[in-house]
């Protein structure tokens, strides 16, 4: 990746000036450095400027987090390794993904600077790595939305209620109509732990999951991955149409359910 170049102050202080103050790190001032040297305020607009801030310190996040090989980019490969040499390429050999950018740039500082409204590089086939062949440009907001509407499976694992219901479960579209199945509002899915929803207990996996294209320990979680909980195991009857139910106490580590696909005939 670049080396570190030294910005000025008084560089630092215009940009404040311009754009307000978006905590100028390290790798940001670098970023700051690169736009100072190839794209002067005379040659280009205040918003381009601004746009090729945002793709260099997109670029170097991107090379960064898929070296360290954790959480949502584990197992992530990318396939640039500096990030002015890169952004360079990208804006020679890209023309509509830089025009974009630029677009979504302009309608970032248009709407204060609001992070649903930032640009982001997009990997358009998630299962293949970051190259020039497979990102493109969305917003924070669109990013959050496209993980959201990958298809999603509910595993019901026990109903005290009614036992025969148990073990069972159900593929849905989006993660939303997935949690709403259940009457969950909003929640995580991948975590490997048990939702409880009255006197049932489901899991939550994306289709990824599911048929073990990945695995749970690929996803980041800030959470213990050994749990505790409640066990709902049967309900009794105390009388005036009122019901009792019993739980009973249990531990688990985080678990996932494999499908296998059935034997073809």
């Not at 996040?61 to 640039?80: Q, S």
């Amino acid at each position: 990746m670049s080396k570190n170049r030294v910005v000025q102050l008084e560089v630092i202080q215009d940009w404040i000036d311009t754009y307000g103050d978006h905590n100028y790190v390290d790798y940001k001032r670098r970023a700051i450095a690169f736009v100072e040297r190839y794209y002067t305020k005379d040659s280009s607009s205040t918003e381009e400027r601004f746009a090729v801030y945002l793709l260099h310190g997109s670029i170097y996040c991107r090379i960064v987090n898929c070296r360290h090989n954790a959480g949502i980019y584990k197992h992530v490969e990318c396939e640039w390794e500096d990030e002015s040499k890169t952004f360079i390429e990208l804006v020679k050999h890209k023309k509509q993904f830089w025009l974009d950018w630029k677009e979504a740039t302009v309608k970032y500082i248009d709407n204060d600077y609001k992070q649903s409204f930032r640009p982001t590089i997009d990997r358009i086939n998630e299962h293949l790595n970051y190259n020039f062949d497979n990102i493109q440009v969305l917003t924070n907001a669109e990013n959050a939305s496209k993980a959201t509407r990958k298809p999603h499976y509910v595993f019901k694992v026990f109903d005290s209620v009614d036992p025969d219901k148990s073990q069972s479960f159900c593929r849905y579209e989006t993660k939303k109509e997935a949690l709403k199945s259940i009457g969950l509002p909003q929640s995580h899915s991948d975590t490997g732990r048990f939702y409880q929803v009255e006197d049932s207990l489901y899991l939550i996996q994306s289709e990824d999951v599911t048929w073990g294209r990945r695995k749970l320990e690929d996803y980041e979680t800030t959470e213990d991955l050994n749990y505790s909980g409640w066990l709902p195991v049967k309900a009794t009857s105390v009388g005036n149409g009122k019901v009792k139910t019993v739980y009973q106490q249990f531990a688990f580590e985080q678990m996932a359910i494999i499908l296998k696909k059935p034997i073809e005939e």
